[in-house]
C-alpha cells in the first residue's frame, strides 16, 4: 500500500487549507485512516482520524477547525484534512497513515503504512 499526500503549503494565520492523502496498491477498504503532524524538535502526535464507517476522532487542539472525511465508492481510501482558522502552532510536517486490519480464528493483525510528509506553515 503507498500513500500519497498533498495540498501543504504556506498560510496566514486564520486562513485553510485542505490535504489530500490517496492510498493505491490495495483492493481493500482501508480499516482506519488519519493525520499526524510533527513539529521541530516535537515528537508525532495524532491530529485526526476517520474509520472506514465513518467514524471520527480529533485532538483537542484542532476540534472545531479542522475536519476529516473520506472519500467514497472508488475513491474510499482516500482521506482530506480541512484546515481552517489556522495558527502558527499549527506549523508541522502533516503525515497520512492508514491502517488495515485482518481478524482470523486466531489472530488479529493490524498493518500500518505511513505516506511522505507534507509541509504546512502558518505564518505571516
Known amino acids: 500500500v503507498q500513500l500519497q499526500a498533498s495540498g501543504g503549503g504556506l498560510v496566514q494565520p486564520g486562513g485553510s487549507l485542505r490535504l489530500s492523502c490517496a492510498a493505491s496498491?490495495?483492493?481493500?477498504?482501508?480499516?482506519?485512516m488519519g493525520w499526524y503532524r510533527q513539529a521541530p524538535g516535537e515528537q508525532r502526535e495524532s491530529v485526526a482520524h476517520?474509520?472506514?464507517?465513518?467514524?471520527?476522532?480529533?485532538t483537542d487542539s484542532v476540534k472545531g477547525r479542522f475536519t476529516i472525511s473520506r472519500g467514497t465508492a472508488k475513491n474510499k481510501n482516500t482521506v482530506y484534512l480541512q484546515m481552517n482558522s489556522l495558527k502558527p502552532e499549527d506549523t508541522a510536517v502533516y503525515y497520512c497513515?492508514?491502517?488495515?486490519?485482518?481478524?482470523?480464528?486466531?489472530?488479529?493483525?493490524?498493518?500500518?503504512?505511513w505516506g511522505q510528509g507534507t509541509q504546512v506553515t502558518v505564518s505571516s
Open positions: 497513515k492508514a491502517r488495515r486490519i485482518t481478524i482470523s480464528s486466531d489472530a488479529r493483525n493490524e498493518y500500518d503504512y
Open positions: 496498491g490495495t483492493i481493500f477498504s482501508l480499516d482506519v
Open positions: 476517520i474509520t472506514s464507517g465513518g467514524n471520527t476522532n480529533y
